[in-house]
């Protein structure tokens, strides 16, 4: 098992957001986390990638294991170097006065392998042809979309191995909705382990190998992809119907 979180509370100050949550990723696997606004899900990833305070929240119980060992004392930094584990967040937060091509080079700032580098410039540029026309550009004059697909490669650009993905469709139309997640299974069936929060619950189920659905700051169900797009319950609260 790559990642394991265990019966893990959560707390912004005094406010306690996450309430014994447990959920696990397999190696290679596509996990999506769907659920209302304010569920709890983009807290869970910012747990994970040990996002500091006071923007970060802090676990007050429970434990989130990588390959089995603990990551609650280790800086986000390091989560990124040598967990190589990434996030593309919510929002996008890229450098709007740096070109795409900047954007990219600077999520390669620690790392020293070079051939790899170039491996991970090409995987991007191939997963989005679009950033290729976009290279010198400066990245606030791209489109919604294409400011997602930066996003996403510069997260790629980290050289993880697995990736953090929260609502990499929102905002986008459909036909570019439909296009990032066509990149994201070439990504998968490549061999990234993804764990993904999707407003567009159908669409999630769709890409995805399992997925959990959390309320209130817990897990309420959780199956194969398929199970939970026949769920009574899961459909007629995020599926229409």
Do not use: W
Request: with cysteine; charged share 25%.
């Amino acid at each position: 098992m790559l990642l394991e979180i265990k019966d893990l509370y959560v707390r912004y100050g005094n406010i306690e957001a996450l309430h014994g949550v447990s959920l696990t990723v397999d190696k290679g696997e596509a996990v999506t986390l769907i659920g209302a606004n304010g569920a709890g899900k983009t807290t869970t990833l910012n747990t994970i990638t040990r996002v500091p305070p006071p923007e970060g929240p802090k676990v007050s119980g429970g434990d989130i294991l990588y390959n089995g060992e603990s990551l609650l004392d280790i800086e986000a930094h390091t989560i990124v170097q040598k967990y190589k584990i990434a996030l593309a967040p919510e929002g996008r937060h890229i450098f709007g006065n740096l070109t795409v091509e900047e954007n990219l080079q600077l999520a390669t700032y620690a790392r020293k392998d070079t051939e790899a580098i170039k491996a991970d410039y090409k995987r991007v540029y191939d997963l989005f042809p679009r950033l290729v026309e976009r290279k010198k550009q400066r990245s606030e004059s791209l489109s919604g979309g294409e400011q997602q697909m930066l996003a996403v490669g510069r997260a790629l650009m980290t050289g993880c191995d697995f990736l953090l993905l929260d609502e990499p469709s929102m905002g986008l139309a459909p036909l570019l909705m439909y296009d990032m997640f066509r990149a994201l299974k070439k990504l998968n069936q490549q061999g990234m382990t993804i764990l993904l929060i999707e407003q567009n619950a159908r669409l999630a189920l769709q890409f995805a190998h399992r997925g959990y659905v959390m309320d209130t700051g817990e897990i309420v169900a959780h199956g194969t992809a398929k199970e939970l797009s026949e769920n009574p319950d899961v459909k007629k609260a995020y599926l229409g119907g």
